[in-house]
């Protein structure tokens, strides 16, 4: 009978599907239960079932080209008990997947090779040790996040790190939110709620993710009162502006992009003595706040925290997941009647942070105490001032490791070759901040003959971590700029493997076994008196 027929054979496929094991069967099986302590019974049984079901569902369809080996050369009267056993191991195998695909979480951890150091898609600011220490044993547990320890009362969650907050910026007092957009809004609503807000043309920005400074004022009950051009704006704009609606003055550091070429701005000094003598509170939105001076490690000079408070700004605020380093928040700090006055409206509790986020922010704050300390222990500031020269060196060791590993590989599988060399290129800060720094760095470039870099990223993305790069030409590139040397490990385990580099990376191909196994088994002599 002819293959195509035996394809159609509905007899065939039945006695295929007799291959697969019962449920109640496979439940019993020692790896079964293993996985059943893991994942719970409940969850074990919902997955076996669905596999077997999947199983069956692709023989009747005619799916898969081993079931067609199989029909083929295996249907006898007597399904052979050593085939049956092949099919039981196979969907065991396709159960443990199945399972494991089913319970791995969605939000994991992934490897960043692109170089762009604050990438929003991939977090941000990753956290260093400490931080991420001190954070865990807070938020695992009971901590004194609202208790007096003093007085064995009710406490303010803030006064747990604001003392610390403001021996680093210079500030009288200090508030945290859960982003800058949040501190915005709080700041505006309180201080500005049904009253002018006095802002320059030129500094109407969008912070990100379609949030607009506009837009946060309007929420906030202030109107927008613009002053200046866009590329030009002097104080005596801002001064013709002030009436009796007037309510603030604000400034708005343009992080994210620069206006160059004929432009003026009024500096915050000028804009805090006018709002000195008006009586009217100035504030700066920092944007990407940061608190070290970048020129000291050859790059951009951002403005400071601590500049904005000493240069006269009565209410700043800032990122905590940018240049800062620290977790995703929004922190104001400036003078203590107003800071107050936020503490005492309502969006203050429906904006505030919670106790992993305060516990790392005093963390990574408490590292700032001593800016060289902060650079060596915040993940995102060493990245952003690790010299090229050494990124360099990192990218040689890695590319050499992962030649290693590739060469050391088994020559007969169904592996393509690899072409792992070293390139220069330029990463990024990200997340909004030094929109004009080239970062010079060095990347691993992958790229294999039979395989595409899109095809190659594709499959970095769908491991259990993570590889997350970037595509040049017919290159993928793995920035080392972002990649830490705990990564370093994982990458070349990820090579080692070889599955990456595999000609077909076909699922089906892990099911049932291979035509030539099961020939080889058929041609293997039989005891006397076996059909």
Do not use: W
């Not at 191991?89 to 762009?116: D, F, P, Q, Y």
């Amino acid at each position: 009978m002819k293959q195509k027929e035996i394809c159609n054979d509905k007899i065939g496929k039945r006695n295929i599907c007799r291959l697969i094991p019962r449920v109640d069967s496979l439940m019993e099986e020692k790896e079964i239960r293993e996985m059943i302590r893991e994942y719970g019974y409940n969850c074990v049984l919902r997955v076996v079932r669905q596999t077997l079901d999947e199983l069956r569902e692709e023989i009747r369809n005619g799916t898969r080209e081993e079931i067609q080996d199989e029909i083929r050369e295996k249907i006898r009267d007597e399904i052979r008990e050593e085939t049956k056993e092949q099919i039981r191991k196979s969907a065991m195998e396709r159960i443990g997947e199945n399972l494991r695909k089913e319970m791995r979480m969605n939000l994991t951890s992934v490897v960043n090779g692109t170089g762009i150091i604050l990438h929003t898609g991939l977090g941000r600011a990753p956290l260093g040790e400490e931080v991420l220490r001190h954070a865990a044993a807070v938020a695992g547990g009971y901590s004194n996040l609202e208790f007096d320890l003093g007085t064995g009362k009710r406490g303010e969650r803030c006064v747990n790190f604001d003392e610390t907050v403001c021996r680093v910026t210079g500030a009288e007092a200090a508030l945290a939110v859960n982003n800058n957009a949040a501190a915005m809004l709080l700041i505006l609503s309180s201080l500005a709620s049904g009253g002018e807000v006095v802002v320059s043309r030129g500094e109407l920005v969008e912070i990100g993710g379609g949030f607009r400074i506009p837009e946060i004022m309007e929420l906030g009950g202030a109107l927008l009162r613009e002053v200046g051009t866009t590329n030009r704006t002097r104080p005596e704009d801002y001064r013709k502006a002030i009436g009796e609606e007037t309510k603030a003055l604000l400034k708005v550091h343009t992080s994210n992009y620069r206006i160059i070429g004929y432009t003026q701005e009024t500096p915050l000094e000028k804009l805090a003595a006018l709002g000195e003598e008006t009586g009217l509170p100035v504030i700066q939105d920092l944007g990407s706040g940061v608190l070290i001076d970048l020129a000291k490690y050859g790059l951009t000079h951002e403005p400071m925290v601590q500049e904005a408070v000493k240069g006269g700004a009565d209410v700043v605020a800032f990122s905590g997941d940018k240049l800062l380093g620290g977790p995703q928040a929004g922190i104001i700090v400036g003078r203590k009647k107003y800071i107050d006055k936020m503490k005492r409206h309502p969006l203050a509790r429906a904006l505030r942070i919670d106790k992993f986020t305060a516990a790392a922010l005093e963390a990574v704050f408490r590292q700032y105490l001593d800016p060289d300390r902060a650079v060596e222990r915040i993940p995102a500031l060493g990245m952003l001032t690790r010299p090229a020269e050494t990124v360099r060196k990192d990218a040689e060791k890695m590319a050499a490791r992962l030649s290693a590993v590739i060469s050391a590989g088994d020559a007969s599988s169904d592996r393509t070759e690899a072409d792992i060399t070293v390139e220069a290129c330029v990463s990024r800060a990200g997340g909004g901040s030094l929109p004009e720094e080239n970062i010079e760095s060095y990347a691993v470039a992958v790229s294999a003959p039979e395989i595409t870099a899109e095809e190659l990223a594709s499959r970095l993305r769908k491991l259990e971590r993570p590889v997350i790069g970037r595509i040049s030409g017919e290159k993928l590139l793995l920035d080392m700029r972002t990649i830490r040397e705990e990564d370093m490990a994982y990458l070349e385990s990820v090579f080692r493997d070889g599955k990456i580099l595999q000609r077909d990376m076909s699922p089906q191909k892990k099911t049932y076994p291979q035509k030539n196994e099961i020939r080889q088994k058929d041609e293997m002599p039989r005891k006397e008196g076996e059909q």
